[in-house]
């Protein structure tokens, strides 16, 4: 039977079955030892085949070829990569010039990644409600200079509802990777998309200016017009790996 991994809590999946029944799923245990050298041989967003158990719950046992993915350095360092969702039509990259930062080190490595694994990225500016004079000025010159480059940005501010409508056109008919910072809005950011979701917020660490995690497994949720939103831990910092 195919599915789609809708969902990866670390130890089981959620697969939807083409007759869109949602399925616990756990991994055949030869998946470890293809050479697979990665945390999660599995990820949101493949399809896979399933095998059904008397008890309701099935056994992953086989992934079809992925069309693509976006991938990072572990942070655990035994094994060598972790994959953050697979068959995307786009990932959008949120970030923010302040509480907390976004260095454009770190955007630069995920655009880098992207790139390699064929995955187009818009670039998400939010919080602009919070944005003195000096950070909006600095905000509107780093979108000059990635839109020259090629990449197209959206300022929103997900607290007030700012540009959201733009977004909700951009996400229609396309499966899209939300990724970012821990802190910069994501959760906040589906939740004004996707009101009836509740995805869980958090509080920023005023110590240090950081988010702390609130996403804590990779989860796919469906939008308006045939398209849906992967929702991923926020990311402290981006490791590129095998390019």
């Given amino acids: 039977m195919k599915g789609l991994v809708i969902k990866n809590t670390g130890s089981w999946y959620l697969v939807k079955t083409d007759e869109g029944k949602c399925v616990e799923c756990k991994i055949k245990g030869n998946f470890r030892l293809k050479g697979i050298r ?9 399809y896979v085949q399933i095998i059904l158990n008397p008890e309701g719950t099935a056994l ?3 992934i079809e070829d992925r069309k693509n993915y976006i991938i ?4 655990n360092l035994s094994k060598q990569s972790h994959i953050l969702a697979a068959n995307l039509d786009q990932s959008m990259l949120i970030v923010t010039v302040n509480y907390p930062e976004t260095s454009t080190t770190f955007i630069d490595r995920f655009l880098a990644s992207a790139e390699a694994y064929r995955v187009p990225v818009k670039i998400i500016f939010n919080k602009i409600d919070a944005y003195n004079e000096e950070e909006l000025h600095y905000m509107n010159s780093l979108i000059n200079l990635y839109t020259t480059i090629g990449y197209p940005c959206f300022k929103v501010s997900a607290k007030t509802g700012e540009g959201i409508e ?7 008919g396309r499966v899209t990777l939300f990724s970012g910072h821990s802190g910069v809005g994501k959760s906040t950011l589906i939740n004004a998309i996707l009101p009836e979701q509740d995805v869980k917020t958090g509080e920023i660490s005023a110590y240090h200016n950081k988010g702390m995690h609130t996403t804590t497994f990779s989860e796919m949720f469906p939008v308006p017009g045939d398209g849906y939103i992967i929702d991923t831990p926020g ?5 590129t790996f095998d390019m």
């Fill in 38 to 46: 990665s945390t999660n041989p599995v990820a949101v967003g493949d």
């Fill in 60 to 62: 992953i046992s086989e």
């Fill in 72 to 75: 990072r350095r572990a942070s």
């Fill in 166 to 172: 733009l977004i909700q056109e951009e996400l229609k």
């Fill in 235 to 239: 990311i402290k910092g981006f490791g």
